[in-house]
């Protein structure tokens, strides 16, 4: 019966990943769905798989009996994910050092850690804290130009980007065999600069921002990491496209996600409920 409860959270995800569509209309929409498809067939699977565990390898569930084979699959999932866990935590604090590693200066009420290249680079490095790395070819630029990266850095910082988008590389990891998961990462790292690039534009000009942004990805000599909240990333075409069109036209606010938005997290619990089933 445990393996049963596996493979129907497998087909729920599989089907979810492989028909619905990301929406491509307004920001908050497209922002709560794509989070919705990248995380709600991830945390259906982490919650069977806590439910089997939780059940253990003796008992019958509505009748039928249990076995170790669920058992030992629902373990070893968890540990493999809790093992790649620490070995992105293990690679995350390595960046910070790194980055801890470079010489600080004062520069407009921030500290900031610059780093000893003429690439043009601006990050926010690390976790819930993260470090402010910028270039010494970045501190070259004019002062409006510099001021608008800084702002739009700022714009990570606040909304924590580096931190969360460290747990949801984790589960991008984790289930990188569902379908569409590259997709989804992608969509999501461009409606994150979306969003920092909307929160910058209400500090600063966004003709200065889109300018700062075509400089740095003209130079782009350095890559960020996944532990980077960048102002440009390796993502360009149509991605940079979409980010100078969103600066140049009226503000789209990408607000956070509100509680209603986060219902459907109650229904991904719904394995939890079945160990009273159990006997």
């Known amino acids: 019966m445990h393996l049963l409860i596996i493979l129907v959270a497998l087909g729920v995800a599989w089907s979810l990943r492989q028909h619905l569509p990301i929406l491509k209309t307004g920001w908050q929409q497209r922002f709560e769905r794509t989070l919705f498809l990248f995380l709600f067939p991830p945390l259906l699977l982490f919650m069977t798989a806590i439910a089997v565990l939780c059940m253990g390898p003796q008992g019958q569930m509505v009748g039928l009996q249990a076995g170790w084979f669920s058992y030992i699959l629902a373990a070893a999932w968890l540990g493999i994910a809790a093992l790649l866990c620490l070995k992105l935590g293990w690679q995350g604090w390595q960046a910070v050092c790194r980055a801890r590693e470079c010489p600080k200066i004062h520069f407009e009420a921030k500290d900031i850690r610059v780093l000893d290249t ?126 100078i069109d969103a600066l140049l036209s009226p503000q789209q606010d990408i607000a956070k996600p509100n509680l209603q938005s986060w219902s459907w997290f109650v229904f991904a619990c719904l394995p939890l409920f079945t160990v009273v089933l159990h006997s």
């Open 118 to 243: 003429e690439a043009l680079f601006a990050a926010q490095i690390g976790f819930w804290q993260p470090e402010l790395v910028v270039s010494q070819g970045l501190l070259q630029i004019s002062r409006e130009h510099l001021h608008s990266v800084l702002t739009h850095e700022q714009a990570h910082y606040y909304y924590r980007d580096t931190f969360w988008f460290f747990w949801l590389s984790w589960i991008r990891d984790c289930t990188a065999w569902l379908p569409n998961t590259d997709a989804l990462w992608q969509e999501l790292l461009i409606l994150r600069e979306l969003r920092a690039d909307c929160w910058a534009a209400q500090q600063v000009d966004p003709l200065l921002l889109a300018e700062s942004l075509l400089m740095v990805v003209s130079d782009r000599t350095l890559e960020p990491d996944i532990f980077c909240a960048a102002l440009a990333s390796y993502q360009v075409g149509d991605r940079l496209e979409q980010r």
